[in-house]
């Protein structure tokens, strides 16, 4: 297995502005500039520095339990009848989900820039989960700022947090949900922007941060193109990954992105269908999606005429959010990936079927690139490869599945 887990040497972008064609940048107040500035340069210093590589993989393998492996999923191609499905097993990933090759790589860069206190912000609480995790781990300050109403709907993921160490900070304002967290995030990182380091969970918001959380999310793909390889003795035909602010996806992709001959392919959340406007496919239904500025950073984004962000809907708390990762706008525009969608009840068929037939509950977010496989693979010969990413799993999606199904 490679050593060097962080890929960097892929793509030239961002540009030194942080831009991937048209998209990304730093869209942020004055005050919150020289805050930006130190974190790409520790940033920059960091991955130059082979004890910080050597750091973060340690962890990675003694703690996270990568590499994470991957599995042929034998009874779902047999029963699809045409391309080999492969899935990279991230919900293998100690807290059962992606987001802790982030949190990890992040919180450690954190340290080394002497900020101890951590905030972060969460909706559904799997980042806040993550993040407590890793700052449980690290020793360090943890602070998680959740709207009022997501603290209500997610109770348990209150009490891993709190048993993590960190404290839960409810968010009062606006719609009370990870939107208005964002913003009390933000403001807190303006005020103690000396002793704090902001830890995001996606690959958005201004620059560095889309940059970086690829990179460290990187892992991913670095893993699975040596180990679809290994065990199939090609390159897969296409990689499949739901793609929520992007950050499991970008990691997919990243190691794959000068295969030509490999499709990469994002699946958005479809939610109750385009026609009944209550989804986040920001870049399906470009009647209500378009360019625009939201948390920093310049993407596609669901607004109303007048410029107001949409609320978004979907089953997966993780896909739920109305704009999407800066370098999957460019990467959709370059048509270097292709983007499409999977309904919630497309999700909730794929989350059953996965389970029956590879005894493997998926979360539903990544029911979502299941779905997709699902579609293609009948299509393609049997000698072809589909490699998908299993983003997390499923454990923490019950509850939702037990009410919805129930209503069915
Ligand atoms: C948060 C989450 C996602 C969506 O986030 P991305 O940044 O798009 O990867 C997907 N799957 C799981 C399991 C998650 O927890």
């Known amino acids: 297995m490679a050593e060097l887990y962080i890929r960097t040497d892929m793509t030239d972008l961002p540009d030194a502005r942080g831009y991937f064609g048209e998209f990304g940048g ?46 042929y999923a034998r009874r779902l191609s047999e029963a699809l009848g045409g391309a080999q499905v492969y899935l990279k097993r991230e919900d293998l990933a100690h807290t059962g989900a992606h987001k802790i090759n982030n949190a990890l790589g992040q919180g450690l860069l954190a340290k ?55 404290e839960v900070i409810p968010v009062e304002s606006g719609s009370r949900t990870l939107k208005d967290a964002i913003n009390e995030a933000m403001r807190d990182w303006v005020t103690n922007v000396e002793t704090t380091f902001y830890l995001l969970g996606s690959a958005l918001g201004p620059h560095p ?66 026609e009944s406007k209550e989804h986040a496919a920001r870049f399906a239904d470009l009647d209500i999606s378009r360019p625009g500025i939201l948390h920093g950073t310049r993407s596609y984004v669901m607004q109303d005429d007048d410029g107001q962000i949409m609320e978004t809907h979907s089953i997966s708390a993780g896909l739920d959010y109305p704009s999407v990762g800066p370098e999957h706008a460019h990467l959709r525009r370059l048509e270097r990936a292709y983007y499409t969608l999977a309904t919630d009840e497309e999700a909730l068929e794929a989350f059953q079927v996965l389970s029956k037939l590879e005894g493997i509950i998926p979360a539903l977010e990544s029911a979502h ?40």
């Open 26 to 71: 730093r869209f942020v107040p004055e005050t919150i500039m020289p805050a930006l500035d130190e974190l790409e340069r520790a940033y920059a210093e960091a991955i130059a520095d082979p004890q910080f590589h050597a750091e973060l993989s340690h962890l990675q393998r003694t703690y996270t339990g990568r590499p994470t492996p991957i599995t």
């Open 112 to 166: 080394r820039m002497g900020k101890r206190r951590i905030i972060a912000e969460t909706g559904a609480g799997q980042h806040g989960v993550g993040t407590a995790t890793a700052m449980a781990l690290l020793g360090l300050e943890c602070h998680v700022y959740m709207g009022s109403v997501d603290i209500r709907r997610q109770q348990p993921n209150v009490f891993r947090m709190k048993l993590l160490g960190a």
């Open 209 to 274: 941060y889309p940059m970086m959380v690829r990179d460290f999310q990187s892992v991913i793909g670095v893993e699975a193109r040596e180990q679809i390889q290994a065990q199939t003795g090609q390159l897969p035909d296409a990689c499949i990954a739901c793609v929520g602010g992007g950050s499991n996806a970008i990691g997919l992709f990243h190691a794959f992105r000068d295969d030509d001959a490999t499709e990469l392919i994002g699946v958005e959340a479809g939610g109750r269908g385009i």
């Open 369 to 408: 690139a299941v779905a997709e496989a699902i579609k293609r693979a009948p299509t393609m010969p049997r000698d072809s490869v589909l490699l998908v990413n299993l983003s997390g799993r499923g454990d923490k999606d019950l509850d939702t599945v037990i009410n919805t199904l129930g209503d069915l």
